[in-house]
């Protein structure tokens, strides 16, 4: 993405820009759920880092891409940390506002038509605005958020080029749904017959947040490499997810570029 010439010459282009949120998890291990009310032992605790947007941009930003995130934190000790873990990961902050009840900060943002965009509909509704099939380069869903939109059960690739039809007749230009440990299916208006793509086959300790290696690792993909086609960005987001499903945590469990394949680059 560029900004216009007439911003002053020090501001920066970003190859990665994400809006959307930061959270910080705690994680507790138990048994069992407690009942109301009632307190149980548990055997392992720990707080991290999460929330859709941060884990996409973290991921572009460890791949290599100039990231930058667009949210806002509390003035509070979660959001101090926040800030730091996006610095810790060469993601800028400019645009991090932080509040609390007397005052909010602003930050303006100028995007301009090149900026490819990706929309990942993540908690889905069903009356999505239907502006967002029509406003995004690459809309990309994983299996529950496609029955949310489509009302079509995702359990396979067959069902995912049905729900992938419908994604398209709502206006959608490209279609990516993510499958699991299945891949993910792609379809776009010009190549209407789903493509699947399959994923490596590994031994998955921990899904959680795979969605969103992938969407962050598409990303990057997007900003660097714009004359791949499709289909090879997803193949490589793909093989990037699959690494991050080999260990636990989310953000922990995203690779950087120097631990994965150099053919992936
Ligand atoms: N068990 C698994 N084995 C290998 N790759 C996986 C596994 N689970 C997820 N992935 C990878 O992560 C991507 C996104 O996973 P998915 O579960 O669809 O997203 P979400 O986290 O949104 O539910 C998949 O397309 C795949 O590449
Ligand atoms: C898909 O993402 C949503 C968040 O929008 C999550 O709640 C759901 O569990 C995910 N589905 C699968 C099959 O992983």
């Known amino acids: 993405m560029s900004f216009p010439a007439n911003l002053p010459s020090d501001s920066v282009v970003f190859d990665v820009v994400v809006v959307g949120s930061c959270m910080t998890d705690l994680v507790s291990y138990t048994p069992r759920l407690p009942k109301a009310g009632e307190t149980i032992h548990g ?13 996409q941009c973290i991921q572009a930003a460890r791949l ?8 806002k934190v509390g003035k509070d000790s979660f959001g101090d940390n926040y800030i ?21 900060g602003v930050a303006p943002i ?8 990706i929309f990942n509909p993540a ?3 069903a009356d999505l605005d239907p502006e967002f099939y029509k406003e995004t380069d690459v809309f990309c869903c994983n299996e529950t958020e496609a029955e949310i939109l489509t009302g079509i059960e995702v359990s396979n690739v067959d069902h995912a080029g049905k729900a ?28 209407r017959t789903p493509h699947y793509i399959p994923t490596r086959k590994v031994k998955a300790v921990d899904t959680t947040g795979a969605g969103d290696s992938f969407v962050g690792a598409l990303a990057f993909y997007m900003a660097h490499y714009p004359c791949m086609e499709l289909d090879e960005m997803s193949r490589r987001a793909c093989d990037i997810a699959s ?13 950087y570029r120097a631990q994965l394949p150099q053919e992936l680059f």
């Open 43 to 55: 055997h392992k605790f720990f707080i991290g880092f999460g929330g859709k947007g941060a884990n």
């Open 64 to 71: 290599g891409a100039k990231s930058a995130m667009v949210s």
């Open 84 to 104: 730091e873990n996006f610095k810790s990961n060469g993601v800028s902050t400019v645009y991090v506002g932080q509040t609390d009840e007397a005052s909010t």
């Open 110 to 117: 100028t995007v301009n038509d090149e900026a490819k965009t």
């Open 123 to 125: 908690p889905a509704v």
């Open 164 to 191: 992938g039809s419908i994604l398209l007749e709502k206006g959608c230009c490209s279609v990516i749904i993510t499958l699991g440990a299945e891949g993910s299916v792609l379809m776009s208006l010009d190549k």
């Open 243 to 255: 690494v991050s499903v080999q260990s636990q945590g989310t953000q922990a469990s995203y690779p």
